[in-house]
């Protein structure tokens, strides 16, 4: 399915081919909440890499995350509007072949998950209400399958 998403002031608009773009995947890491969460945490979906296309990508901008004061940079890349700051998308040479937007950033309809996982509850701001709904499994850090299993389980591929 082809993905279309664009920011809020429609400087950078991009496309992207997701075999199964459900928006699943609840992440309440400070990274995704402070930069795309306003409700506490960021709706990431997967998608092929190869297949991203971007119209003004020179109004991008990258941000490198700090995990903590000890180490380097994340070497992930969220990707975000240097205009109007909407997130776009995150990239992780650690997987190559995905990217993931923001389903904020989403123009395309999305189908309802049959399923929703909330990851990164470890780090859930103190304010943060953790729903705990039917068809719904909570992991304090990553999930036990990847996205691709999800998918599989789901029988969504």
């Not at 000890?70 to 990707?79: C, K, Q, T, V, Y």
């Not at 909407?86 to 123009?107: G, K």
């Amino acid at each position: 399915m082809l993905i279309e998403g664009s920011c809020h002031c429609g400087a950078v608009r991009f496309r992207v081919k997701s075999p199964s773009p459900y928006p699943y995947l609840y992440c309440y890491c400070s990274i995704c909440r402070k930069t795309a969460g306003g409700g506490g945490y960021a709706i990431n979906l997967g998608a092929d890499a190869s297949t991203l296309e971007v119209e003004g990508e020179e109004h991008t901008s990258v941000y490198r995350a700090r995990i903590d004061d000890e180490h380097d940079p994340s070497p992930a890349e969220w990707h975000s509007c240097g205009v109007c700051a909407s997130a776009l998308w995150v990239f992780s040479p650690r997987w190559p072949e995905l990217v993931h937007p923001f389903a904020s950033a989403v123009d395309t309809h999305l189908s309802k998950p049959p399923e929703k996982v909330r990851m990164m509850l470890n780090y859930a701001a103190s304010w943060v209400e953790i729903p705990s709904e039917e068809n719904e499994r909570h992991f304090p850090e990553f999930p036990d399958e990847s996205l691709a299993d999800w998918h599989r389980r789901h029988g969504l591929t």
